[in-house]
């Protein structure tokens, strides 16, 4: 062990305390400097390695070895070498050769340290980045399942897939994803679509479940890819819909019951209110002799009122019907469509000395053919009839197309709506005018509506009161019951 005292604790003095720490086979007994603050006499202090602002103070230990005098003062070397002629001294340029070893070392290891504590650093963000990810997953109330490269094999399966199946992670890690689902072949169907466009958003599948239940979810699903943009699985997400799906189903019944009690009332209602509307009329032609005037007017009301009972009667049959019968989709053209609802009103155009103007180029839509021309007669219908008294009616029917999507409109220049109505008017027996001025029973706007949705369409209405309405109808080009895939 070569023992060492060094003088000068600057930046080549601290280098070189520890260049010679790091070596097994020497030891510092101390090191001095004039300046109390340098550098290398902190470093020391630290170490617990004695230190002084007077070099002298070492000379008289027996155990030094060596004496590296790493200051510029040549004349210190020379009075130790005088003082301590047995004690090797190193000094001169062979100590500045030392000094820049020592310094290099000395911001090499700086460098180490820096690169330690940096590397040190970016783990612990990695780390913390890591964990925060896993936790979002993890806590996620949706199900999130990853697989591997087959497209196939489960990586990952949180907690929210567990609650949701009933199977726990290490339960499913490394099966094959395919068997979760109610439908064995539907994992493929959804791989090739997948295949199709990349990603697939809110598809509805069902799931099956450790206790054999079914569940619905709605699944989005995409792949994972490395840097390079290859495929390294699969990450699925999804929502359990079961609840939701079953109040659908028991909406779904309850309207068909009420439909289908409304449709038996209503039917039921048609034959005694015929006798009265029939016989009310037999009173008036054939006993109105016998009657004085305030008979006839009672007997004129009844007859009134019965006619007004079996037009809602036979519109709310309408509306029932149209959501009993099936609808039919093909392909039809808008105009003939428009032409046959026109035809069905010329009667009341011409009585009004009303046009029509029918763009010349409404396209083939794929609709059912006598719904749609049902619901083109009642908005032409209802432009007459809400026409203005100053003018006669001007109806213009056009079509634009969208993406996706036709946009019919019914444009006239009628009384007009006032805005805040324009939701009210499509809900049933909503009517904006009383019967003494427009007859009618407030069901109109509601078959309309109904027919639209049918078609996986949309209807609403732009208007302006003493100028006009106009009434849109968005259809899809693929109304829903046509489409493969539902990718809304
Ligand atoms: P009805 O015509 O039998 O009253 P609708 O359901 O067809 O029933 O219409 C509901 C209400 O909307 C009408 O009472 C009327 O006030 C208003 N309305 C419908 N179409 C028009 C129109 N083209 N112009 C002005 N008001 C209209």
Known sequence: MTKILIIGAGRGGAGMLSLV???KDSEVIGIADIDG???????ARKLGIPTSQDY?????????DLIMNLTDENKISEEIRNLKPGIEVLGGTTARFLWRIAVNHKKQQEEKTRLAENLEKSNQKLFRLMEYHKNILEHSPDMIITTDRDMKTILYFNSGAEKMLGFSSSDMVGQYVDTLYANENERESILHLLDKSGSLTNHETTLRTKDNRIIHILLTISYLKDSAGNRTGTIGISKNITRI?????QLKETNLELESFVYTVSHDLKAPLRAIHGFSGFLIEDY???LDDEGKQFLDRIKEGAGMMKALIDDLLELSRVGRAEVNFESFSSKKIVDKALSSNKFQLDEKGG????????PEVLCDKVRMIQLFANLINNSIKYSSPDRPPIIQIACRETAGEWVFTVEDNGIGIKMEH????FEIFQRLHPSEDYDGTGIGLTIIKKIVTLHSGKVWVQSEVGKGSTFFISLPKLPRKQRKRDFE
């Open 288 to 290: 109105k002799d016998r």
């Open 21 to 23: 720490s790091d070596n």
């Open 355 to 362: 046009r029509v103007h029918i763009e010349s180029t409404l």
């Open 56 to 64: 002298r103070v070492f000379l008289d230990r027996r155990d030094i």
């Open 422 to 425: 324009k939701k009210k008017i």
């Open 245 to 249: 799906k079953r109040l659908e189903n």
């Open 37 to 43: 603050n340098a550098e290398g006499l902190k470093i």
